[in-house]
């Protein structure tokens, strides 16, 4: 799944190099570069996850614990909308980075009637 951020009124990601970084990376995904290794290594890791609406929007995001999140404490988060995934893999390419995919929520994704 890779998503058009221009086609999406909410691209909110402050202007620090974290919007032409999601820029680079969409590009790149839509011509097949996957992230590697030591990319998906650097990401924080999101476990118990589920997948809900960005808070106001329709956009999808995840919800989760986050562990290894350079801006937030180890915790319960929302992501911002998502732009990218490879659930086979174990990945998400939100608007502010990568994340690497734990054990999914069932529990929280059944009770939202999710599969």
């Known amino acids: 799944m890779i998503r058009d951020p221009s086609s999406t009124p909410s691209v909110t990601v402050a202007d620090d190099g974290r919007r032409e970084a999601l820029f680079v990376d969409?590009?790149?995904l839509a011509h097949g570069w996957r992230?590697?290794?030591?990319?998906?290594?650097?990401?924080?890791l999101i476990d118990r996850w589920s997948i809900v609406n960005f808070p106001g929007t329709t956009e999808l995001a995840m919800q989760g614990t986050v562990t290894g999140h350079p801006r937030l404490h180890d915790g319960p988060v929302t992501t911002s909308p998502i732009y990218a995934a490879d659930f086979y893999v174990g990945?998400?390419?939100?608007?502010?980075?990568?994340y690497r995919l734990g054990?999914?929520?069932?529990?929280?994704?059944?009770?939202r009637g999710l599969r």
């Open 35 to 44: 992230p590697d290794a030591a990319t998906l290594a650097a990401a924080p």
């Open 103 to 111: 054990r999914r929520d069932v529990v929280a994704q059944q009770s």
């Open 26 to 28: 969409l590009e790149r």
């Open 91 to 98: 990945w998400i390419r939100t608007q502010g980075r990568f």
